[in-house]
């Protein structure tokens, strides 16, 4: 009986181990790279829009993109600022 209580009691420390790694690992900001610049595609998916159009969009100046060695990506912030403009001139309306 009292092995039963310790392992119970072992479980229950891990379990709430294991919740502040997870109320941790939430909290942090993700600084990596890859989850910040994106590819064509993953950009006009993340806009819900054509391939097409994101490259219309970028000719006209409202999009800006980087290159690096011949790969166009977009920087998620900038999408998602992009967004946020769009919403707040259609609320001035």
Known sequence: MQESVEVGE????LFQKLEALEEQIS???RSD???????RDE???HLRI?????????????????RI????????????EFIRARIQCKDSW
Not at 33 to 39: F, G, I
Not at 69 to 80: C, P
Request: proline share 2%; hydrophobic share 40%; charged share 25%.
């Open 10 to 13: 072992a479980f229950e420390r």
């Open 27 to 29: 909290e942090s900001p």
């Open 43 to 45: 950009a006009a998916s």
């Open 69 to 80: 060695r011949g790969r166009v990506l977009y920087h998620r912030d900038a999408l998602n």
């Open 50 to 66: 054509s391939t097409r159009t994101l490259d219309t969009m970028e000719a006209a100046g409202e999009i800006s993109s980087v």
């Open 33 to 39: 790279s890859a989850e910040v610049l994106l590819t």
